[in-house]
């Protein structure tokens, strides 16, 4: 646990110094434990100058606890950086997301950003990202329809469980279900899922990015090293 956790800071050490941040007038940050501690790490003038647009809750929180002004999603026309974490990656500089039931919004931000950088330990890289489930974000109503849908497909579905004391599935902060796909027997492209997914009635969003980010800063345990789509 020691060991991520130095490999986190380095990585949010390389965003750092790569001064996007200061460039930017609104900044886009994402969720999960990689920007809780980025939160706390970034400079007091960025948060004093900058605007945030925020994928939850507890990141606008965070944001808000350290004084930075927060703007809605929906108000803003354009993000100039969006910054997060990822579950995993590979070496096309493709992502995993919705480990935090956030990947609809995370996407938006993202979609919605002149620049998209990926913050992320060593730990996360995958040779197959389909070694891993996809998660997915589904409207209740059609839950039943997607599963069966899903299983068309030849994959394997569940939905995502909440756990730690409370009964019932994860659901996301726009109202959705969140599922997890086991995608291991897929044997076409990432595109070709992400597309036979979305095209299933019922489904918000995947989370699957797909040539989306520009760059990867990898943490380790003795620094980090910077990934650039080409």
């Known amino acids: 646990m020691h060991g991520t956790s130095e490999m986190k800071k380095n990585a949010i050490r390389g965003l750092l110094e790569m001064d996007v941040l200061e460039k930017a007038s609104v900044i886009g940050v994402g969720t999960g434990s990689t920007v809780a501690l980025l939160i706390e790490e970034m400079p007091r003038e960025i948060l004093a100058e900058k605007l945030f647009a925020t994928t939850s809750i507890d990141t606008m929180l965070r944001l808000k606890r350290r004084g930075a002004r927060i703007v809605d999603i929906s108000s803003v026309d354009e993000i100039d950086v969006y910054v997060d ?114 095209m299933i009635t019922g489904v918000i969003e995947t989370g699957l990015f797909i040539e989306m980010v520009e760059s990867i800063i990898v943490g380790g345990i003795e620094g980090y090293r910077v990934l650039t789509r080409r």
């Not at 590979?90 to 979609?111: M, P, Q, S």
């Not at 004391?165 to 086991?182: A, I, Q, Y």
Request: glycine share 8%; hydrophobic share 40%; charged share 30%.
């Open 85 to 198: 974490s990822a579950d995993f990656f590979d070496i096309n500089l493709n992502l995993i997301k919705g480990g935090g039931a956030a990947h609809f919004r995370e996407k938006v931000l993202a979609l919605q950003s002149r620049r998209f950088i990926a913050v992320v330990d060593e730990s996360k890289f995958r040779e197959n990202l389909l070694s891993e489930p996809i998660p997915l974000e589904v409207h209740p109503l059609a839950l039943g329809y997607v599963l069966k849908r899903i299983k068309l497909l030849g994959l394997d579905a569940s939905v995502r469980e909440s756990g730690q004391g409370k009964w019932g599935p994860v659901v996301s902060e726009s109202g959705g279900v969140v599922l997890d796909v086991n995608a291991r027997k897929w044997r076409k492209s990432l595109k070709e899922l992400d597309r036979e997914l979305k």
